[in-house]
C-alpha cells in the first residue's frame, strides 16, 4: 500500500533532485512550497503541492495531515531552528511517523560555523522528538561550482576564497538518491542513525579546474581570493549579509583542513560508488560554456 511522503523546500536543488530521484516509486509525494507559482514543475514530478510556510506555524497543519514520513530540509538564516521547530510540531501533532533531516556536515555545537551550531540544534530536536529519525549530512556539493559558472564561461576564471584547500565534494544527486534509499525503506532501517555523505575523494579547487579545462576542451583557473574580496563579490549581488557571514566562516574552516576526508557511506547506501567530480563537469558542461553575445564580462555567479 502505497504512503505519503511531505518534502519541505521543495522548490530547491536538493528536494528537486530528490522527487526525482523518487519516479516511478509507489508513494503520495506531497511538496510544501511558499509560493504556488512554482509549482508546475513539481505536479510534473508527481507531487501533491501544499501551500505553507515553515515560518508560519499556523500554515502548516493542512499539508501534514495524512503524511507518514517527512523529508525535512529548512533554508539557511538565524531562523532555521524556529522553521525546524515548526514542521517537527506540525508532524508530532499530525501523527507522522518518520523524520529523514538534511543536515551539514560536522553539525555540533561547538562547530566553526553558525550553519553547523544551528544544525546541531535542529538534529537534536529530531532526535528527541519521539518520531523515528535519520540524519543525513552531506559535505560540499559539487552544484556549488555553478555559482562560479558566469566567470568561467565569461573569463575562464573563477574566485573563492578558500585558498589551497582540499575539500572533500558531493553531487547533489548521490544525496538525493541517499534520502530516497532511507525514505523508501522501511521506517525502521534507518531509524536512529546519522549519515555523513561524501564524494569519493577530496580536491583542490585547482584541480576542479583542471577538470573543468578537460571537459570544455580550453583553459580554466582558480583565482584565490581574500575574504573581503569574496564578501564584496557576493554583497554586490545581493546576497544576505547573514548567509555572506556563514559562506566565509565555512571558506575558513575549509581551508583549515575541515573537509578534507571520505566516508564509505554513498556507496554503503546505494550499492555504488559516489558520483566523482569529472562525472558532474561532464553532465554540466553546458553551464561552463560561453554563450553567444559574451565577451569577458564578469557573470554574476547567482
Not at 538534511?102 to 532526535?127: F, K, N, Q
Not at 544525496?175 to 525502521?188: G, I
Not at 555523513?196 to 583542490?204: D, F, H, I, M
Not at 547506501?269 to 561532464?282: E, S, T
Request: aromatic letters at 6%.
Amino acid at each position: 500500500m502505497s504512503h505519503t511522503i511531505l518534502i519541505t523546500g521543495a522548490t530547491g536543488t536538493v528536494s528537486t533532485a530528490l522527487m526525482n530521484a523518487m519516479r516511478g516509486a509507489e508513494v503520495n509525494l506531497r511538496a510544501l512550497v511558499r509560493d504556488p507559482s512554482g509549482a508546475a514543475g513539481l505536479r510534473e514530478l508527481g507531487a501533491e503541492v501544499f501551500v505553507g510556510n515553515l515560518d508560519d506555524a499556523r500554515s502548516l497543519p493542512p499539508a501534514f495531515e495524512g503524511v507518514r514520513d517527512m523529508w525535512l530540509l529548512t533554508p539557511n538564516g538565524p531562523r532555521a531552528p524556529e522553521n525546524n521547530m515548526n514542521a517537527v510540531w506540525a508532524a508530532r501533532q499530525a501523527g507522522v511517523e518518520r523524520i529523514v533531516r538534511l543536515s551539514a556536515v560536522g553539525a555540533a555545537h561547538d562547530a566553526p560555523t553558525r550553519s553547523g551550531r544551528l544544525h546541531a540544534l535542529s538534529d537534536r530536536e529530531v532526535e528527541r522528538s519521539g518520531m523515528r529519525w535519520t540524519i543525513l549530512r552531506p559535505l560540499w556539493f559539487m552544484q556549488n561550482l555553478l555559482n562560479e559558472a558566469g566567470d568561467v564561461s565569461a573569463t575562464g576564471t573563477f574566485s573563492l576564497n578558500t585558498a589551497s584547500a582540499r575539500i572533500n565534494m558531493i553531487d547533489v544527486r548521490d544525496v538525493a538518491e541517499c534520502a530516497a534509499r532511507v525514505l523508501l525503506d522501511d521506517p525502521d532501517s534507518h531509524h536512529g542513525r546519522t549519515y555523513t555523505l561524501t564524494g569519493p575523494r577530496s580536491l583542490t579547487f585547482d584541480e576542479v579546474a583542471d577538470r573543468l579545462g578537460l571537459a570544455l576542451g580550453r583553459s580554466v583557473t582558480y583565482l584565490p581570493v581574500g575574504d573581503d574580496a569574496k564578501r564584496k563579490i557576493l554583497l554586490g549581488h545581493g546576497v544576505a549579509e547573514w548567509i555572506v557571514d556563514m559562506l566565509e566562516e565555512y571558506a575558513r574552516a575549509y581551508a583549515s583542513g575541515w573537509g578534507d576526508f571520505a566516508t564509505d557511506t554513498v556507496a554503503g547506501l546505494l550499492g555504488h560508488p559516489p558520483r566523482d567530480i569529472a562525472d558532474f563537469v561532464r553532465d554540466h558542461a553546458a553551464a561552463f560554456t560561453p554563450r553567444a553575445g559574451q565577451h569577458g564580462s564578469r557573470g554574476t555567479g547567482r
